[in-house]
């Protein structure tokens, strides 16, 4: 398992600053880690495996113990019934020599089978370790993944941010704004000439009308004057 190199290029896609020069660190992360679950399935199964392994030959081992032990009870079986005349004692100590011949045998079997079955367990052992590691690690860069989504996702609202707000320039707005304050000013003094052009025409008229009241008396007696003359009532 290239496990390590694997670490080492996930960790280049998250410390590299330079972004822009990677391919994709996201996917990169996400494909380490799908490789590192794929080894973690393949060495579960290997565990299962080597532990099945060292549980088939401990129940050898166990057997061929068991079956030692019955040899020699037999050999003993044998001894005593030739010790009680039942069976000739010539013959009993060579069935005895063969039991125990047999019970020897058993025994080296077994002792075998027990070796193998402490490689078998520290075999486990060892996968076991890796497997813990594997998941540490797994876990380990989930997480950095998911911190790695978020500052992208923090770095691309931030750009956009800082894009709309660099498209604004000071200077246009500032004249934008003055333009405005201008176009205001010429606004208000065209109001206040309309305002002084109304008032000037409401004081001629005034005056013409005052002019015209102080001379009506005059312009009544010459009409009267005219009349008489006339001969006009």
């Keep these: 398992m290239n496990i390590f190199k694997r670490l080492f290029r996930i960790g280049q896609a998250e410390i590299n600053s330079v972004i822009e ?3 994709d660190p996201i996917r990169m992360t996400e494909q380490g880690i799908r490789e590192m679950r794929d080894d973690l399935d393949k060495s579960i199964e290997s565990l299962a495996q080597i532990k099945a392994m060292a549980i088939r030959t401990g129940n050898d081992k166990n057997k061929k113990q068991a079956e030692a032990k019955e040899y020699e009870n037999k050999a003993i079986l044998l001894l005593t019934k030739a ?4 069976l000739d004692m010539a013959q009993a100590e060579h069935l005895a020599t063969e039991a125990l011949t047999l019970k020897e045998r058993l025994l080296a079997d077994a002792a075998t089978l027990e070796t193998q079955q402490e490689e078998h367990e520290k075999a486990a052992a060892s996968i076991q370790s890796n497997i813990e590691v594997l998941k540490f690690n797994i876990t380990k860069w989930e997480n950095e993944l998911k911190t790695l989504k ?7 609202a931030t750009k956009e941010v800082n894009k709309q707000m660099a498209k604004i320039d000071s200077n246009s707005t500032i004249s934008m704004l003055e333009r405005m304050k201008e176009k205001v000013e010429e606004e208000e003094a065209l109001a206040q000439a309309y305002g002084d052009l109304a008032n000037k025409k409401s004081n001629l008229d005034d005056e013409i009308n005052a002019a015209i009241g102080s001379q009506s008396g005059t312009v009544n007696q010459h009409l009267d004057e005219i009349k008489r003359k006339l001969g006009i009532e």
């Design 83 to 86: 010790q009680k005349g039942e």
């Design 150 to 156: 978020s500052r992208i996702r923090v770095s691309k």
């Design 21 to 23: 020069k990677m391919e």
